[in-house]
């Protein structure tokens, strides 16, 4: 399974930015997938992440209101809207993906077994 993440890029403090991730792979839509992110000098740390058919989400206490996590399987995508953005949102956002889950949406970045290479968000003030 490939994972590609697009968008992302910059925006001011209080904006607006979203991140999409297509799956090379029908069978993902089976899948819990997850975003998670990384800045630099800090450990990967979970961001969100949805069930299979979309009605289960599960976000981080510091996103939680801000982000959106959403999914189309019939285009083996999804997408994480950020809004009210900060400055600590700035980080490399990964798109992940679990065959071992499909109706949890799992925050543990242990749990998914693949892996998208990343796309740099940025807010700035």
């Known amino acids: 399974v490939r994972l590609v993440e697009s968008g992302g890029g910059l925006a001011q403090t209080g904006g607006s930015l979203s991140v999409s991730c297509a799956a090379s792979?029908?069978?993902?839509?089976?899948?819990?997938m997850g975003w998670f992110r990384q800045a630099p000098g800090k450990e990967r740390e979970f961001v969100a992440a949805i069930n299979w058919n979309g009605r289960s989400t599960n976000y981080a206490d510091s996103v939680k209101g801000r982000f959106t996590m959403s999914r189309v399987n019939a285009k083996n995508m999804v997408t994480l809207q950020m809004n009210s953005l900060k400055l600590d949102d700035t980080a490399v956002y990964f798109c992940?993906?679990?065959?071992?889950?499909?109706?949890?949406?799992?925050?543990?970045?242990?749990?998914?077994?693949?892996w998208g290479q990343g796309t740099q968000v940025t807010v700035s003030s």
């Open positions: 992940a993906a679990t065959s071992h889950y499909t109706d949890y949406a799992p925050p543990a970045h242990g749990l998914y077994e693949y």
């Open positions: 792979e029908k069978t993902v839509g089976i899948y819990a």
